[in-house]
């Protein structure tokens, strides 16, 4: 895991995460929930979402202020641990 010190981004900034799982009714509910417990201030507003060309998949993107490194690792650990979570960028 990366400091602060070490990280090209400079904090804080806006940085979009992209979340992928199969088109359920509650994967954008998941990635929601997730983001928000690591930044709070995320609402609904902050997601987009892009179905698969088959529409099997969707991918979801979140944008966060985040304020560091560590938070966006926190995210993405949390993201690619969840069951229905394929991926994330």
Avoid: W
Avoid at 28 to 47: C, D, G, N, Y
């Amino acid at each position: 895991m990366q400091n602060d010190n070490d990280s090209t981004l400079t904090f804080p900034c806006d940085f979009p995460i992209k979340a992928m799982g199969l088109a359920i009714h509650d994967i954008e509910a998941i990635v929601l929930t997730i983001a928000q417990r690591h930044a709070p201030e995320i609402t609904k507003s902050a997601l987009t979402q892009r179905p698969s060309a088959n529409g099997k998949y969707l991918s979801i993107t979140v944008k966060v202020n985040a304020k560091s490194q560590e938070q966006l690792d926190a995210i993405y650990y949390e993201l690619t641990a969840h069951e229905k979570i394929i991926m994330a960028l």
